[in-house]
């Protein structure tokens, strides 16, 4: 009993000792309160915002084509790309070569004629005393001319209608600069501000970039009206006014004949474009009398018409330009006194190789070498209208008439002044007188005819 007693009380004190010891309390300080739940709120529903956006308008549905006209667009689409092809391929054509030698030709004598009338003004009037010194300028720009004359003649001219609109706001723009008082780029000589350039480096007129963006942009917009062209509205109104703020511009330089044209190249190219005669002859009226108001009433320039019509009355003073250009004109008689041994170019004749560089060929050459020289412009001007009449189309055909006929005022003019059949005025002889930027815009003119004679119409042999 005892024994059995004993392996009892072993038990459970093996028992009492695997028990774990029990966790230490914490102080009822340390002791965590309990966390108060709050009652949760009801969730309220979101209010949805609502952002107006346009709802777009479904466009009416259009017509399904037809066969018919889907085969008709269809066809005018092959027909513009044959066209396109066409006009590619006609690009590469060979340039009209008789205009191209006539254009050359002149350009060649005008640089002899120009040596043999500048060499005693260039010596005397220069500071090195340089007698080659107008001539040396005027090869360079004439080299340049001609490289531009070629380039341009390989441009398909139908791209020129991008720049038309940009050549004539670039020109409009220029002519303002240089109205403007004080502008230290506008250069002045003899009372006259129709330059614009540094020094006697670069210097060049910004008529002669007006001149040919009237052609540009008379050309491609005329081609564009057809019959539009016979109403006021469209085929008068909008030219006249760009007419009379372009010339205007130019006339207040003062450059007369620059503004004449100017206002006889826009006239031309209205007058081919298919414009009412009746506007024609309204607008001669009207010139008639402006003119006879300019001169008899206010007195615009009235002593240069009396000397006009007697320089002998004043030949010391105000007739003394025209007195000695008639004096050249009669020293060459019919042959000439020979090529370089003109007497009056020696400081006697004014701007004997500028303006009235023709009367300088009348004495050295005579009458049959002037007449060979004036057959050579006729020959230019009527070939230049010749391929007007065989372009491919209406925007080259009026682009060809315009430049030919810019050619045909400006040879007029000067020749009628240096004969004193027209009242002097400042008008330069293409291709003969000094001016290299007017020789190089000139002879990229030419350039813009060589371009639409390489897509001329073929002609019938004979």
């Not at 066809?75 to 006609?90: H, N, P, V, Y």
Request: net charge positive; proline share 5%.
């Amino acid at each position: 009993m005892a024994a059995h007693g004993s392996s009892a009380a072993r038990k459970d004190s093996s028992r009492e000792s695997r028990r774990r010891p029990e966790p230490q309390r914490r102080p009822a300080q340390q002791r965590r309160k309990p966390v108060q739940t709050q009652a949760r709120r009801p969730a309220q529903p979101r209010q949805s915002i609502v952002i107006p956006f346009p709802v777009p308008q479904q466009r009416p549905r259009r017509r399904p084509l037809s066969r018919e006209e889907a085969q008709r667009r269809q066809e005018f689409r092959l027909r513009q790309q044959a066209l396109e092809e066409e006009g590619k391929e006609l690009a590469r054509g060979p340039v009209d070569l008789p205009f191209c030698l006539l254009v050359l030709l002149l350009m060649s004598i005008g640089l002899v004629m120009l040596l043999s009338a500048s060499f005693p003004s260039s010596y005397y009037n220069t500071r090195n005393n340089d007698p080659m010194y107008y001539f040396v300028r005027q090869g360079i720009f004439a080299v340049m001319g001609v490289a531009a004359m070629l380039f341009i003649g390989k441009i398909n001219y139908k791209r020129f209608r991008g720049v038309a609109k940009t050549l004539l706001y670039v020109s409009i723009f220029l002519l303002i600069f240089v109205a403007i008082p004080g502008n230290p780029f506008a250069v002045t000589v003899k009372g006259a501000t129709r330059w614009i350039g540094v020094g006697e480096l670069f210097n060049f007129q910004p008529s002669e970039i007006a001149k040919m963006a009237i052609v540009i942009y008379f050309s491609d917009s005329i081609s564009k009206k057809k019959d539009l062209m016979r109403s006021f509205r469209y085929g008068i109104l909008p030219y006249a006014m760009l007419l009379i703020v372009t010339a205007g511009l130019v006339a207040i330089e003062p450059h007369l004949s620059g503004a004449i044209l100017i206002l006889g190249v826009g006239a031309a190219l209205m007058l081919v474009g298919g414009i009412n005669w009746a506007w024609v002859f309204g607008a001669l009226g009207g010139a008639a009398a402006m003119l006879y108001f300019a001169l008899f009433v206010v007195g615009y320039n009235t002593s240069r018409i009396q000397f006009w019509l007697n320089p002998w009355a004043d030949a010391q003073n105000k007739g003394y330009q025209l007195s000695q250009s008639l004096i050249t004109i009669g020293s060459g008689g019919l042959l000439g006194v020979g090529l370089g041994k003109s007497r009056q170019k020696f400081l006697f004749l004014p701007e004997e190789h500028n303006d009235f560089i023709f009367a300088i060929i009348c004495e050295e050459l005579g009458l049959i070498g002037a007449s060979v020289i004036m057959l050579l412009f006729a020959a230019l001007i009527l070939r230049g209208y010749w391929i007007a009449l065989h372009a491919r189309d209406r925007f080259g055909s009026l682009m060809v008439i315009g430049v030919t006929t810019l050619i045909a005022m400006q040879t007029f003019l000067n020749i009628g002044v240096v004969t004193g059949l027209l009242p002097t005025t400042g008008i330069s002889l293409p291709f003969f007188s000094y001016g290299g930027t007017a020789l190089s815009i000139q002879l990229a003119e030419m350039g813009v005819v060589l371009s639409v004679s390489r897509q001329m119409k073929p002609t019938r042999a004979g």
